[in-house]
């Protein structure tokens, strides 16, 4: 109760702040986009990561303002990557609680609020988190809602939840981000040889392949032998703020 009343103070006091992770192109070196990724700067606790506060979040309503705040600052900050010139302009992706995935309106709202900005919706991605994919239906329709226009969506934590294979049946991502733990295994025969399926899987399907949790440079020369096409992890940059993004780190 104590904490969630101060994280209902923190966001009216503007003590979320986010944070861009940088998503490399592995072949080109370059960085096409950046995850979103909110941190809670406590006064008192220090930086609470969202994995401690998003569920706490969920279980009340806080979720929603959270939500909303989030992709407005998501706009705001590719609205400023595009005043700096920053061309080609990166994409920004956005992870997704499962209450906004609850919201029949919410492509509706981010609409609303790429063309308030006048963002192209192209340089918006959505990260639904493997776990979530449960009612295969429901994401089927926002998938093809956000593909009318214009959205990518990307499969998260893929390796780690419980639909796996199975959402990949079904629904067409466009992007599948694979789980950190499939990268540190990738000093062991079998981790590489699982690595290589879901390359292999991703470009049966015609969906980008990010590997995330990427540390070290014999990680990312393995997962370039194999061909998987995107590399996230602090080997290629840990999650920054957008002045560090603008200043060139
Ligand atoms: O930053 P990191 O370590 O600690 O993130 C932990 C988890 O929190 C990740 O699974 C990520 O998807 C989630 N997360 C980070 N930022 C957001 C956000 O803005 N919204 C939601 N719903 N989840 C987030
Ligand atoms: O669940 P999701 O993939 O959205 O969350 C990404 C999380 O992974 C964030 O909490 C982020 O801080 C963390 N992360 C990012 N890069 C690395 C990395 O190279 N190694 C590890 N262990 N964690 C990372
Ligand atoms: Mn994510
Ligand atoms: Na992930």
Excluded at 19 to 32: C, D, M, N, S, T
Excluded at 213 to 233: F, I, K, N, P, S
Aim: with cysteine; hydrophobic share 45%; proline share 4%.
């Amino acid at each position: 109760i104590r904490l969630e009343s101060e994280l209902r103070a923190a966001l009216d006091r503007g003590e979320l702040e986010m944070r861009l992770q940088p998503i490399e192109e592995i072949a080109g070196g370059r960085v096409a986009g950046y995850e979103a990724l909110v941190r809670w700067r406590h006064l008192q606790r220090g930086d609470v990561a969202p994995a401690e506060f998003i569920r706490l979040a969920e279980e009340t309503s806080l979720i929603v303002p959270i939500g909303d705040y989030v992709l407005e600052r998501v706009c705001e900050m590719l609205a400023e990557l595009r005043r700096r010139g920053r061309e080609p302009l990166p994409f920004i992706a956005l992870n997704l609680s499962s209450r906004q995935l609850e919201d029949p309106l919410l492509v509706d709202r981010i609409l609303a609020r790429l063309r308030a900005h006048e963002l192209p919706p192209d340089r918006l991605k959505l990260e639904i988190t493997e776990s979530l994919v449960l009612d295969h239906v429901r994401i089927a329709a926002l998938l093809a809602r956000c593909h009318e226009e214009g959205m990518h969506v990307a499969l998260d934590d893929f390796g780690t939840g419980y639909s796996n294979l199975g959402a990949l049946l079904t629904l067409n991502f466009d992007q599948i981000k694979l789980d950190g733990s499939f990268v540190r295994a990738l000093d062991t025969s079998r981790g590489v040889a699982l690595v290589g399926v879901v390359v292999a899987t991703a470009r049966a399907l015609n969906c980008d392949l990010v590997a995330e949790g990427v540390e070290t440079r014999a990680q990312r020369e393995v997962l370039q032998r194999l061909g998987c096409g995107y590399a996230q992890g602090w080997l290629v940059g840990k999650p920054l703020a957008l002045a560090e993004v603008l200043n060139g780190n």
